[in-house]
DNA sequence: TATGAATGAGGATTCATTCAT
DNA sequence: AATGAATGAATCCTCATTCAT
């Protein structure tokens, strides 16, 4: 018998050296040999377990996708109130997993490479679905329904905006983000917002 | 007898070409070649004019920023109170040459690439810096020096977070990301917001 | 507990499995994985069984040999003239089993590349001198020397090139194929030819 | 400008380069590795001229088809009976340039490889056809015409055979199977054979 | 006996770059 | 100024083989 148990724990092995090498390098400068020696093992590893670059590539922006679920949901089980619930999406965002230079190098990637790989790019509009719904679905327990609309957008905008700044500028500065996102949620929720022109409204 | 003045004319052609080849097959599969044959020339030519592709393509980024600049400056340069300034600015992000498919993948690619390539990220750092710039500068002349600060991170974040969400869907809804952009100056300026708690404004 | 006996069905598996993917795939695309995956066993088992992957081809090869030789030689049992063992042997080499696709796909594999491959290349050559020593002493018996010789380079010429024929176009028209040998033979035992039976050409 | 008309000469410099690593490693031993050193050159022009190995090797079987050709079109263009052009096609076929060792394993991997590749099994098919139809519409002019159909088919796998007895055994006795496909040949003319000269009997 | 995990050499192919013309 | 022929290193991937279990 062959060594059991295996597949998941190189799998994984798998996918950190994976993210590790588009953070360290790039994404055009991850290469198969790149990302199986961070792993310890062979190149033609990645094709037992993956069956080809392509698919360990999907299968690390899954891995991201699901690391992010995680800390939002964590969060979001703990939240009662749709302030909470808005509360915990921001701070799940904003979560310390999400700054991790090879993190952050690796969310950019799957951003600019989606357009041209429809694998990525399917995975990129289910979590893009997923923040807005929730949004929304938050909003929308507290104010009129274009308001919700409106307020989930300029928030999931926001989120991404100071995440986006946050990253470039090499992750300094991400309390002072989650405190910028946070008071644009109290803006929003407070009513202190001068409603958009109704003219702008009807054009959605 | 060489033909004169061709250099200004193949440098747009190429750069225009490497451009609209990374906007229809994503960074990494965009070759010298595939720049050449958009551009109708030889793929020598590349090396003639710009020495490499890495110059060409810092080259295209240049031209990208350049463009941005142009309809940013052209709308301050009508501007006359702080408030226009500020929607100079946000409109000149929002102008429809920074929504072109290929401008889109472009600039996603910028944002990507710069981590892993010193003189994209020098472009960047630039670039940030002078939207930053403008917007505070705006921004102080309105608002007292802490929420200056706040408002011009939150708006450079909102510009930034828009656009994304705009570019991933297609450059649809850019209307509406503007006003939500609007909305969230118009709310700055008019001093409706609660203060970010001053201990959370010293840790900057 | 080991299972006892194992190794001859565990062989025949294999042997079939190879002669079956050189059917499907042709021969360089035929891989150790195939043949495992089409025996419904690990790829390690052909190492244990065999040796390696050239072993495994050489007694494919060897398989298909002795089934001819089994086809030829059942039906010399049963001949008792010269001419009878002249029908048996064309008989026994246009026989159904010969014309299965697969097996025509490895022997055509075989000749080709028997050149490159001297296990192989030994094999064909006792084949081949089998052959024509079957078919120059069944002659023999009924031409004067010369004569003999003649006609078994030709029958057997005739016989291959009948067969490639038949291979080639898909393993149609064996039966006229194998009429078109039986008048050769008739030809060179009476000095002339005998009529194809009308039927036969009607069938065409 | 570049150096011109390298074209032509570079593409028969690696179909020959082609051939000859087919009749020296085999089939599935040619790689394009080996067959740029046999040219001389380096392993990317194939790709410049061919696009792929694929190609290069479609290539090269159509040279050598291109090749019999030219030996039976000329012999063709000199007779005038229907037993002059019978005779013409059968010398065509049993030319010294068919029986050079790398010719002849390549035309095995020919037929071996046309199997499982569409445009091996094209080209086969072609220069199939073509030998059938010459050599049926030479026997019609002479045999009724259900005999000349059996004719016809008849020389046909005697052409095929004695070339796949004589290649195996590398290319010796050319003579006497050119002799032999004669002697069919004016058998099935005169409906009785011509004895092959003694001295050809000698010989073996 | 049997598995399938693991290796790493070798395959075709792509590509930026150089350079003779 | 411009071409495209030519290079060869680097890429992804395939594969026979080995081996611990």
Chains 1, 2, 3, 4 share one sequence.
Do not use: C
Request: net charge positive; proline share 5%; glycine share 8%.
């Amino acid at each position: 018998m062959p060594k059991l148990g295996m597949e998941p724990i190189r799998r994984r092995q798998l996918i950190d050296a994976t993210i590790s090498s588009i953070g360290r390098y790039g994404y055009s400068e991850t290469t198969v040999h790149r990302i199986s020696q961070a792993a310890g093992v062979s190149s033609g590893i990645i094709h037992h377990y993956f069956g080809g670059k392509g698919e360990l590539l999907e299968a690390s922006m899954r891995a991201l996708l699901a690391e992010l679920r995680r800390e939002v949901v964590g969060r979001l089980a703990r939240a009662t109130t749709p302030r909470d619930r808005l509360q915990a999406i921001v701070d799940g965002n904003f979560a310390p997993s999400q700054f991790a230079p090879p993190v952050v190098a690796a969310w950019l990637v799957f951003w600019s490479q989606a357009r041209h790989e429809p694998r990525l790019a399917r995975l990129q509009r289910i979590n893009h679905r997923r923040l807005h719904s929730n949004l929304h679905h938050a909003f929308a327990q507290a104010l009129p329904p274009a308001a919700a609309i409106r307020a989930a957008k300029g928030l999931a905008a926001m989120i991404d905006g100071l995440w986006l700044n946050a990253a470039l500028s090499g992750a300094r500065d991400v309390e002072v983000a989650r405190a910028i996102a946070q008071r644009f949620l109290d803006l929003e929720l407070n009513g202190q917002g001068a409603a958009i022109p109704p003219a702008m409204n009807d054009r959605r």
